[in-house]
Every structure is written in structure tokens, then in C-alpha cells.
């Protein structure tokens, strides 16, 4: 897997982080919308501009988000969370089109292990077919702190490590993503967004 590719599907680390902060953060009979827009650069001299928009409502966390790079290519990523407040576990799909058609994919599951800790399992299929493995971490560090770290296994059992920090106060958000390869090599995509947030209580049907 070419390590450029990971900042492409940033969508995966973004929703578990938006998964972990609203999966306690509403009543069950609120629906939570939380909306960003934003910058992002990269090591390797890319930029753009990203939007998304997650709602959480009866325990399941929807995400779906666009990014447009310098070159004016479109790319959109989209996420669904189910979680069993019981339980404190959950499944997870997902996928991301890359601006080239490319689409990678993923599923998997979550459990809430302690307070504001998440740990994670499951399978990523890439556009062309192959498979490979996650395991995730993820901490609730402080209010509006968040961190994950994921360790990627390939099809051909190479070992890539992605660490994500997400910080948002006052409705303003910053994010670092970091990526290192099997051959040591680091690729860094750093964001900042305006975030706005709202709760709709839903009504109980009348009798």
C-alpha cells in the first residue's frame, strides 16, 4: 500500500474521534449535529479545503464529508457507527472515493473499555481488492482533546502506524494526522476547522 494514500482516508480516524465525543455527549432522545469546514496541508506539498457533517441520533453516528485538493479534484467520505449502550460495544463501515474514482473501504468493531477509552478491530479493502487489518486506540485526553492510534497490517503483512490528534475549543479545531510506512518514511497532514454544533430534541410520538 503506498503510504500517501492514508491521508486520503482520514475519514476513518475522523469519525471514530467524532464517535468517541458523542457517544456520551447527548440524551438518547436528542439528535446532535456537529458540522466543520476547513484547511488542511501535507508534508508533501498537498492542500485543500474539507467539510463534513456527523449527526448522532438513537446510537448510531453518521458522517459524511467532501475535500477539494489545490488541484480542484473532489474526493467524499461517508462513515456509520452503531453502538449498544449496554454493551458498550459497537460496528463501524465506512469508505472513502478518492478524486481519481478510487474507493477503499471498512468495517469493524469497537468497545468501550474504560472511560473515554475505545479500543478497535477490523478489515480495510482497498481499491483494488486487498485486504488489510486494523487495530485502534482510542483516548479522550481532555474536554475537546482526542487522540488515536492505529496500527495497519497489509495483505503482505507490512506494518504502517497512524497516529491522529484532534483538538477542538471554542469551535475552533485543529487535527495532526501522522503516517510512517514499513521503510521508516513519515507523511504529515495538518488540519484547522471552524466547528458549530447543535442538539434537536426528538419528540416521543403522541398517543
Known amino acids: 500500500m503506498n503510504i500517501s494514500s492514508f491521508p486520503r482516508i482520514a475519514a476513518f480516524a475522523s469519525a471514530a474521534c467524532l464517535a468517541l465525543a458523542l457517544s456520551s455527549a447527548s440524551r438518547a432522545d436528542d439528535e446532535k449535529v456537529i458540522e466543520r469546514d476547513g484547511t488542511y496541508t501535507t508534508s508533501k506539498g498537498g492542500s485543500g479545503k474539507t467539510s463534513s457533517t456527523t449527526t448522532k441520533a438513537n446510537g448510531t453516528v453518521t458522517r459524511q464529508g467532501t475535500w477539494t485538493n489545490a488541484a480542484g479534484g473532489t474526493g467524499t467520505r461517508q462513515s456509520q457507527t452503531n453502538w449498544n449502550k449496554s454493551a458498550g460495544t459497537a460496528t463501524v463501515n465506512g469508505s472513502v472515493t478518492r478524486p481519481n474514482g478510487a474507493t477503499t473501504t471498512w468495517q469493524g468493531t469497537k468497545q468501550r473499555t474504560a472511560p473515554g477509552v475505545i479500543q478497535g478491530n477490523g478489515t480495510i479493502t482497498q481499491a483494488n481488492g486487498k485486504k488489510d487489518a486494523y ?44 503516517t510512517t510506512g514499513p521503510n521508516g518514511q513519515t507523511v504529515t497532514r495538518d488540519a484547522s476547522f471552524n466547528q458549530t454544533t447543535s442538539t434537536v430534541p426528538v419528540s416521543s410520538p403522541s398517543n
Open 135 to 178: 487495530s485502534s486506540t482510542d483516548t479522550k485526553v481532555a474536554p475537546g482533546s482526542w487522540d488515536r492510534n492505529t496500527v495497519i497490517t497489509t495483505a503482505s503483512g507490512k506494518t504502517i502506524d497512524r497516529s491522529v490528534d484532534t483538538t477542538v475549543v471554542d469551535g475552533k479545531g485543529t487535527r495532526m494526522v501522522t
